[in-house]
């Protein structure tokens, strides 16, 4: 496959963000002075309206504290991918293309198997048949389109665990007869995700915090506390890049 070198190569950076918004309590002294508080609200950023509408605010408005915004993010390199491939057959008779389908998609799944995918990751996303009209010509019953054969089509989803062999899947089922490409992604296992949004979090608890700090600082703020958080998320569309 000519593609395969290519397929090899490519990454595919995922940004991960997270955005928390902390309440902190904070006693703070107005020139010199102990005052009755100062409000130092924060505004969280662009495409995170909805830690702006949450109700923190409010609890500013009924004593002292510090209102800020700490984000984690990070590039990540996917560690699998998403194949959607199909196998459409038409034929007189809906059982004869279902037949033919079933059996066309079974050499399909044994190729997928033989270039190293396991069975819990080929997993069937749809299964239909539908009729094929001639509408230039009608029937006799009641002059509707005239039923000239049936299509059949099966889809099965692909999860490749090694991104480095999704160029010689993609090749086995092709050849084994896949005649329908539906789409590939890349992606981040479910357990590495998990692994990543723990980091990221952490960042956004450390950004948070450190912002906070500093304002009390400047206000000669006594020791601060936290008293809520508001956490939330923002998607960043995947970045593709080759190596040359």
């Given at each position: ?20 918004l902390l309440i ?23 495409g995170a309206g ?7 605010h409010n609890t ?185």
């Amino acid at each position: 496959m000519t593609g395969e070198k290519k397929m090899n190569k490519q990454r595919l950076l995922l940004t991960a963000l997270l955005i928390i918004l902390l309440i902190w309590t904070a006693g703070c002294v107005d020139q010199g002075k102990q005052g009755t508080g100062v409000d130092v609200p924060i505004s969280a950023p662009t495409g995170a309206g909805v830690l702006e509408s949450a109700s923190p605010h409010n609890t500013l408005a009924a004593g002292r504290g510090i209102v800020v915004t700490g984000e984690g993010k990070m590039q990540v390199t996917p560690d699998q991918a998403v194949l959607t491939v199909g196998v459409v057959t038409t034929s007189g008779s809906s059982q004869e293309a279902m037949a033919e389908n079933s059996a066309a998609m079974n050499r399909v799944i044994s190729a997928l198997k033989r270039a190293g995918v396991s069975e819990k990751d080929i997993q069937t996303q749809s299964v239909n048949v539908w009729p094929q009209f001639d509408y230039s010509r009608k029937s006799e019953e009641g002059g509707l389109p005239k039923i000239i054969g049936y299509r059949a089509e099966n889809r099965v989803t692909v999860t490749i665990r090694d991104v480095a062999d999704t160029g010689e899947v993609v090749d086995a089922a092709v050849d084994a007869g896949a005649n329908q490409l539906y789409g590939l992604s890349f992606t981040v296992s479910d357990e590495e995700g998990k692994a990543l949004r723990t980091k990221v979090l952490q960042m956004a608890v450390s950004d948070a915090g450190e912002k906070a700090q500093a304002i009390a600082d400047v206000l000669d703020a006594d020791k601060i506390t936290p008293v809520s958080v508001v956490e939330g998320s923002r998607y960043t569309p995947p970045i593709y890049r080759y190596d040359v």
